[in-house]
Structures are given as structure tokens and as C-alpha cells.
């Protein structure tokens, strides 16, 4: 059976959702940044081996991500899955991980990398809005899409509404997504592009605001 090890930085709702999905895969530890992150104590209630690199008290990103694989390699994972990991990760660290790890991201990528996804959504005015598990480049938050979701944008939203309406689905993909990887039944192509065995495609059109 494959494992994981699934990295976060604070409440650990994603890495909740991957916990409770009855993967095919063992999760072989939760490994956080910040000692006070509380998705670690949802893990250890449910027995799961966790571990904390303080990213502070490492004198730069290099030696940071060195002793955060160093760690994550103590426990041999198949895959990492950052789970609202909120550190960017050096080249280095991405390479020794090239086709391992896989992130999830609260925005219909390409679109809004980066930080506070839906305030700028709503900002833009745009209908539709959603998330996106990919796999890691070192082109922050633009590696190989592997599944998104996509949810309508509603005229009373407020950044909370809309975020809890994107968090929904987060919580839908990535465990499918993680369970893909563990099955075998996509990788990572040579040429970075997500290699499928079963496609199965998406089979209908939202419009947001609704046809008339
Ligand atoms: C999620 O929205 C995730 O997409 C983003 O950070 C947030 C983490 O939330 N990367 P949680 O810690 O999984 O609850």
C-alpha cells in the first residue's frame, strides 16, 4: 500500500478530508510548520504520527525545506500532499519531489495564484470561481492540474460565503485526486503533463447567473 505524508500550517481542514476518506493509502504522518497549527491536533486524535519544523528557527528557505525533508523522509512517503501548506517551497525541495507532490489551491488556476483567492474574485467580478489540486513546479501555484471544481459566484457573496462555498469542494477533490495518485491512476508525464488511465470527463455546462 502507497503512503502519504500531508504538510500543513494551520487549521487542517483539507488534510481533515483526506484523513476521513478512507484512502487506499496509509498516512504516515502530518508534518506543520508552526507548532500551534490546529489541523495537528486532529491528527494526533486519530493517531496519526505528526511532527513540527519551525520554519523560524531556520536561518533561510534552503536550510527550512532541507530539514523539512530530511523529516519527511524519515517516514518514506510515496506522495506529500501540502494541505494549506502556507510556505514556498525552494527548487530544490520541489525536484526531490517531482512527481510526488501535489497541492491544493482555493482558485480556478491559472487564474488568482497566490494569496486572498476569493477577495480578488469578487473584486473581478467574475461568475464562477472554484479550486484546483495540481501537482508542484517551482512556478508557485502553476504545476499540472490534476482535478478542479468549479462553483457558482452569487450576488450576496461575501469573501466568507464564497470561500466556504470553494472549501465544500475542496474537500471533495483532493481526497479524489489523492486517491488517483494512490491507486497509480494518474502521474506525472516526462513532459509535465498529468497522464490519466480512466478519463472520465465532466459532462455538463454551468452558466452563472443562470439561463433564462
Ligand atoms: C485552503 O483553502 C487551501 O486551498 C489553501 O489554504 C486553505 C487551507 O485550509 N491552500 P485548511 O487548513 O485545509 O482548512
Redesign the pocket.
Known amino acids: 500500500m502507497k503512503s502519504i505524508v500531508i504538510l500543513?500550517?494551520?487549521?487542517?481542514?483539507?488534510?481533515q478530508a483526506l484523513l476521513e476518506a478512507r484512502l487506499p493509502c496509509r498516512i504516515a504522518a502530518v508534518i506543520s510548520n508552526r507548532a500551534d497549527a490546529k489541523?495537528l491536533n486532529i491528527a494526533r486524535a486519530r493517531g496519526i504520527a505528526t511532527a513540527v519544523v519551525e520554519h523560524r528557527d531556520y536561518a533561510d528557505r534552503n536550510s527550512f525545506d532541507a530539514a523539512l525533508a530530511d523529516t519527511i523522509d524519515t517516514y518514506q512517503p510515496d506522495f506529500v500532499a501540502?494541505?494549506?501548506f502556507?510556505r514556498i517551497l525552494t527548487p530544490d525541495f520541489v525536484a526531490r519531489y517531482h512527481g510526488k507532490l501535489v497541492?491544493?489551491?482555493?482558485s480556478l488556476l491559472p487564474a488568482y495564484s497566490g494569496l486572498n483567492t476569493h477577495a480578488r474574485a469578487l473584486h473581478d467580478g467574475v461568475k464562477i470561481h472554484g479550486?484546483t489540486v495540481h501537482f508542484v513546479t517551482p512556478d508557485l501555484d502553476h504545476g499540472p492540474i490534476i482535478i478542479q471544481a468549479a462553483v457558482p459566484v452569487l450576488y450576496h457573496d461575501t469573501e466568507q460565503s464564497l470561500?466556504a462555498r470553494?472549501?465544500h469542494e475542496?474537500h471533495r477533490i483532493y481526497p479524489q485526486a489523492v486517491r488517483w495518485l494512490c491507486k497509480g491512476q494518474i502521474e506525472l508525464s516526462e513532459d509535465g503533463r498529468v497522464i490519466f488511465q480512466n478519463r472520465k470527463q465532466a459532462s455538463f455546462t454551468m452558466f452563472s447567473p443562470g439561463l433564462e
Open positions: 500543513i500550517s494551520g487549521r487542517g481542514s483539507n488534510m489541523g501540502l494541505a494549506g502556507m497541492n491544493i489551491h482555493p479550486c470561500a470553494v472549501l475542496e
